[in-house]
């Protein structure tokens, strides 16, 4: 079956511009995690949703982030006024429940200039 | 603060033989251990977990050990294959969270 997908791919924009990110998570999965990865790094936790909730967003690294997941399913993160500090991998994870095993789409790479 | 930490880079091994990831904690309330793999390209894959209550774990080729008293936890590869080259990550939660926090990485070349 399909797993995680996400798009775009690479997105390289200029330092101000807004940017959307997407997570298709795998079909029937609950829970889905947005994680930042900076180079020769693990990843680094961002929010979390079960369902359409956002149940933690503790990792969001300033109110310039947000993420949405409206219909329980596809989910956005957005990063408003791009700073260079921003240039990461992006990676997303879908899990059936909270407590299982988590499964990662193969990330947006972002470059900010 | 690193609360996991994976000392090693990279580590080299010949075809055939063990290899051993090592990976090191500082959260004594971490309670959930995985190992998950990446290739180039692609998202981290998981490989395998074990839990507190364990020391050990084992499913196929690959072995985690888990010492609680050192905080230390190791991925037994045996015998290691060209296919297992590949990033390999060390991972953990504690209480039944959801979060995980992770180490760097070990880059793993499995030599001919």
């Known amino acids: 079956g399909a797993g995680v997908s996400q798009s775009p791919r690479y997105k390289v924009t200029k330092r101000g511009q807004d940017v959307a990110l997407r997570c298709d998570p795998i079909s029937g999965h609950v829970s889905l995690y947005w994680y930042r990865q900076a180079l020769g790094q693990g990843p680094e936790f961002l929010t979390y949703f079960n369902y359409e909730a956002q149940q933690d967003k503790s990792g969001l690294p300033n109110d310039r982030f947000s993420a949405e997941r409206p219909e329980g399913s596809i989910s956005t993160l957005t990063i408003q006024r791009t700073e260079q500090r921003d240039s990461a991998m992006y990676r997303c994870?879908?899990?059936?429940?909270?407590?299982?095993?988590?499964?990662f789409g193969p990330g947006t790479r972002l470059l900010v200039l | 603060d690193q609360q996991v930490k994976q000392n090693s880079p990279s580590l080299s091994v010949q075809e055939g033989r063990i290899s051993i990831l090592n990976c090191d904690y500082t959260n004594s309330m971490f309670d959930y251990f995985l190992w998950y793999k990446k290739y180039p390209a692609e998202g981290p894959t998981f490989l395998i977990s074990i839990s507190s209550i364990k020391d050990k774990n084992e499913d196929g080729r690959f072995t985690v050990f888990l010492n609680k008293s050192a905080k230390h936890l190791s991925l037994h590869i045996v015998p290691s294959q060209p296919g297992d080259s590949a990033v390999y990550f060390c991972?953990?939660?504690?209480?039944?969270?959801?979060?995980?926090?992770w180490g760097a990485g070990t880059k793993l070349i499995i030599k001919p």
């Open positions: 994870a879908s899990s059936l429940t909270g407590l299982e095993t988590q499964y």
């Open positions: 991972a953990a939660s504690a209480a039944s969270n959801y979060q995980l926090i």
